[in-house]
C-alpha cells in the first residue's frame, strides 16, 4: 500500500537555525497537509496545500514557516529561525480529495531545538 | 468554532478487557467523524470514520456510532489486545467550509497481558 515517507525521522538544530522538513505524499492524491505535536498535546494543524498553493493555514503558521513543491513529488516545510517552542513531531499527510477524505500520515520528524 | 474534546488518558486496561473511549465534539453543520490510531513510532493511520447521524464506524473489532444527539463518537472495543495499545485520536471535518480535519488531545491506551 503507497506511503507518505517524511525525513529526516530526528533533526536537531540550534535555536535561530533553519530547517527544512521534507515530505513524499502519495503519489495520485492531491491535497497535502503539515500537522505538528508537541510531547503530550493534541495533533494541530499548520497549512493545507492545494493546486501548487496553500489553501488554508492556522494561526501557528506565521512568517516563519514556509511550504513548497518543488518538483511535484515533494512537499517540504521550512522554519526559517527555529525557537525553542518548535520542537514537536511534525506531521506530514496527504489525501486524495478535500471532504471526507482520510489523510494518510507519514511517521513524522521529531524536531528538537536546542 | 470546531472541537474535539476526548477523555484524559492513559487508560489502562487488562487483556481482553472492554475499551470505551468518550469523544464529543462541537462543529458547525453535519461533520464527518473519524478515529485515528498512533502505534508507537508511527505516524497516525484512520481506523475508522461516520460522515452522516447514526451511522456506525467500525474496523479490527472496534466501533464508534456517531450520536448527533449527544453530539458524540466514543470508541468501543469489547475485547481488547495486548496490540491494542496506542495512542487513539478523534477527529472530526465540519461539513461547511473547512475540509481540514479538527483532532483532539487524543487517549494514550495501555493494555497488560
Known amino acids: 500500500e503507497p506511503e507518505v515517507t517524511q525525513t529526516p525521522s530526528h533533526q536537531v538544530t540550534q535555536m535561530g537555525q533553519e530547517v527544512i522538513l521534507r515530505c513524499v505524499p502519495i503519489?495520485?492524491?492531491?491535497?497535502f497537509y503539515w500537522y505538528r505535536q508537541i510531547l503530550g498535546q493534541k495533533v494541530e494543524f499548520l497549512v493545507s496545500f492545494y493546486n501548487n498553493e496553500i489553501s488554508e493555514k492556522s494561526e501557528i503558521f506565521d512568517d516563519q514557516f514556509s511550504v513548497e513543491r518543488p518538483d511535484g513529488s515533494n512537499f517540504t516545510l521550512k522554519i526559517r529561525s527555529t525557537k525553542l517552542e518548535d520542537s514537536a513531531m511534525y506531521f506530514c499527510?496527504?489525501?486524495?480529495?478535500?471532504?471526507?477524505?482520510?489523510?494518510?500520515f507519514g511517521n513524522g520528524t521529531r524536531l528538537t531545538v536546542t | 468554532g470546531n472541537s474535539v474534546t476526548q477523555m484524559e488518558g492513559p487508560v489502562t486496561l487488562s487483556e481482553e478487557a472492554f475499551l470505551t473511549i468518550n469523544c464529543t465534539y462541537t462543529?458547525?453543520?453535519?461533520?464527518?467523524l473519524f478515529w485515528y490510531v498512533q502505534y508507537p513510532g508511527e505516524g497516525l493511520q484512520l481506523l475508522l470514520k461516520?460522515?452522516?447521524?447514526?451511522d456506525k464506524g467500525s474496523n479490527k473489532g472496534f466501533e464508534a456510532t456517531y450520536r448527533k444527539e449527544t453530539t458524540s463518537f466514543h470508541l468501543e472495543k469489547g475485547s481488547v489486545q495486548v496490540s491494542d495499545s496506542a495512542v487513539y485520536f478523534c477527529?472530526?471535518?465540519?461539513?461547511?467550509?473547512?475540509?481540514?480535519?479538527?483532532f483532539g488531545r487524543g487517549t494514550s491506551l495501555i493494555v497488560h497481558p
Open positions: 461516520a460522515t452522516k447521524a447514526d
Open positions: 462543529a458547525t453543520g453535519y461533520p464527518s
Open positions: 503519489s495520485n492524491h492531491l491535497y
Open positions: 477527529a472530526l471535518i465540519s461539513s461547511g467550509g473547512s475540509y481540514i480535519p479538527t
Open positions: 499527510a496527504s489525501s486524495r480529495e478535500g471532504q471526507n477524505s482520510p489523510l494518510h
